[in-house]
């Protein structure tokens, strides 16, 4: 069975300072993961994908993430925080599944509160 | 330009009545899903389809009921019997490939009043 664990549910950083948010995931077979952010009432967006390519995988808006097979993490980074970040995150593990459908299972969020 | 499009972006309703949630979309993609958020909750698994004419029950799939007669359309009925159905509902799709990412409507808020 696939899980994926986000380790804290909210996060609260300054502006220009580092972000980190924390993702373990559980798999039986090498997966596909995903980190998606959603803005208050809106629909979420693709940030980055890990499809068993590079490990360090960079996306939209000086967000990358890191594949670690031996920890089992997916942890979402960007250098320098920016107030138009503040939303909430959501991590995504898809695997096979049966009959090769591989549904989504997500995290339970991250809250990320970005102050001046 | 292609997309995932639900509507409506609000809707109430009165309670003991049906109402039913558009989802459409022009992406090509072979799989669609229901998604129920809930403050706090993230997001639980209400019913998705694999293929036209065909759907399997999520998580949460009671009180709900879907339809796939067109690849593009995935309407999601909200029927009396749901108890608590005040939430935000979310469609998304994307192919069956498991390598690829899901595109996601713009949400629709349904309160009962």
């Known amino acids: 069975a696939q899980s994926v664990t986000q380790l804290d549910s909210h996060v609260s950083v300054s502006e220009g300072t580092p972000v980190l948010l924390r993702c373990n995931y559980s798999?039986?077979?090498?997966?596909?993961l995903f980190w998606y952010v959603q803005h208050p009432n809106k629909g979420l967006q693709l940030l980055l994908k890990?499809?068993?390519?590079?490990?360090l995988v960079k996306g939209i808006n000086g967000f990358e993430a890191e594949f670690k097979k031996s920890e089992t993490s997916f942890h979402l980074t960007k250098p320098s925080a920016h107030m138009s970040d503040a939303a909430e995150y959501f991590c995504v593990v898809r695997g096979p599944g049966s009959s090769n459908t591989g549904k989504l299972i997500f995290g339970q969020g991250t809250t990320l509160q970005v102050k001046p | 330009d292609g997309g995932i499009t639900q509507s409506p972006k609000y809707l109430f309703r009165k309670e003991g009545q049906n109402v039913t949630l558009s989802c459409e979309q022009n992406l090509n993609h072979d799989a669609m899903y229901w998604y129920r958020q809930d403050p706090g909750q993230g997001l639980r698994l209400i019913y998705y389809?694999?293929?036209?004419?065909?759907?399997q029950k999520g998580d949460i799939a009671e009180g709900y009921s879907v339809s796939r007669e067109k690849k593009e359309s995935f309407p999601l009925t909200v029927t009396s019997a749901q108890k608590n159905p005040t939430a935000f509902y979310l469609c998304?799709?994307?192919?069956?490939?498991?390598?690829?990412?899901?595109?996601f409507g713009q949400g629709t808020r349904l309160t009962v009043v």
């Open positions: 389809s694999q293929i036209v004419n065909d759907f």
């Open positions: 890990y499809t068993s390519a590079a490990t």
């Open positions: 798999s039986s077979y090498s997966p596909s």
């Open positions: 998304a799709s994307n192919y069956r490939s498991p390598n690829t990412e899901a595109f």
